[in-house]
């Protein structure tokens, strides 16, 4: 299985990238729009974790910047009725933080805004997916501690009785006066009403 490609980014598409490896091997990788965004410059080094799906009619190769997106990929496969074609829709529709809440909270209507999912669709998928994809839902600011800092304060508050989802919003909130010095700082912010 192909996990990841490193090389030039020889052309982009609408929905697929070409990339050419040092070996001289050019890959065609499904990217879905929130990744092709953020994806460099043509000519440009570029480095994608890859899902490859392969079906009775086709292989294919979907690319990711970063794990907690690929992760998230492979979870929505998880899910009866969500084939490879959705899961892109889905992760072009939101980023990968986005959707993975939307699912937790069971955001119906946030999920019927992905072309091809109506609201049986959505209420399944989020009945399904919620509890699988909950470590996703978590604020994801840059930085191995600021990253553990807000998974502790979102625990935290947990702990104490808010739901996840709430608990992300606080946490959420909190950050947007800027970034606290320490864990115990992030939950008083938080816990302030």
């Given at each position: 299985?192909?996990?990841?490609?490193?090389?030039?980014?020889?052309?982009?598409?609408?929905?697929?990238?070409?990339?050419?490896?040092?070996?001289?091997?050019?890959?065609?990788?499904?990217?879905?729009?929130?990744?092709?965004?953020?994806?460099?410059?043509?000519?440009?080094?570029?480095?994608?974790?890859?899902?490859?799906?392969?079906?009775?009619?086709?292989v294919?190769?979907?690319?990711?910047?970063?794990?907690?997106?690929?992760?998230?990929?492979?979870?929505?496969?998880?899910?009866?009725?969500?084939?490879?074609?959705?899961?892109?829709?889905?992760?072009?529709?939101?980023?990968?933080?986005?959707?993975?809440?939307?699912?937790?909270?069971?955001?119906?209507?946030a999920?019927?805004?992905?072309?091809?999912?109506?609201?049986?669709?959505?209420?399944?998928?989020?009945?399904?997916?919620?509890?699988?994809v909950?470590?996703?839902?978590?604020?994801?600011?840059?930085?191995?501690?600021?990253?553990?800092?807000?998974?502790?304060?979102?625990?935290?508050?947990?702990?104490?009785?808010?739901?996840?989802?709430?608990?992300?919003?606080?946490?959420?909130?909190?950050?947007?006066?800027?970034?606290?010095?320490?864990?115990?700082?992030?939950?008083?912010?938080?816990?302030?009403?």
């Open positions: 299985m192909i996990s990841r490609l490193q090389g030039t980014l020889l052309s982009r598409g609408p929905t697929r990238v070409e990339i050419e490896t040092k070996g001289g091997v050019v890959y065609e990788v499904e990217t879905p729009l929130t990744v092709l965004e953020r994806l460099p410059s043509v000519g440009d080094a570029v480095e994608v974790r890859t899902v490859q799906v392969v079906s009775e009619t086709s294919a190769l979907y690319g990711f910047i970063d794990l907690h997106e690929r992760q998230l990929f492979q979870r929505l496969l998880t899910a009866s009725g969500v084939g490879a074609k959705l899961a892109h829709a889905m992760l072009s529709t939101f980023t990968a933080e986005r959707l993975a809440r939307a699912l937790v909270e069971k955001n119906i209507a999920l019927r805004q992905v072309p091809g999912v109506g609201k049986k669709k959505a209420e399944k998928l989020a009945i399904e997916l919620s509890d699988k909950a470590d996703l839902a978590l604020v994801t600011p840059s930085g191995p501690e600021a990253s553990d800092s807000v998974q502790d304060a979102v625990r935290a508050l947990v702990s104490l009785g808010y739901s996840l989802g709430d608990a992300d919003r606080a946490v959420r909130t909190a950050l947007e006066a800027g970034q606290p010095s320490s864990t115990e700082e992030l939950i008083r912010r938080a816990l302030a009403p």
